[in-house]
């Protein structure tokens, strides 16, 4: 085994490997909104 890291395009894909579950979908939309409300919010302090 190599330290090279695989390259997933020259990788065929797995068909038995899992699809991504819905519930990690939802929790990277969630961070990605608390990250932009977080990002606002950094804003509005500035500008007080």
Do not use: L
């Amino acid at each position: 085994m190599t330290d090279q890291p695989v390259d997933p395009a020259a990788t065929p894909e797995d068909p038995d490997a899992p699809e991504i579950a819905a519930d990690d979908v939802g929790a990277s939309a969630a961070a990605e909104r608390a990250s932009k409300q977080a990002a606002n919010d950094d804003m509005a302090a500035e500008n007080d």
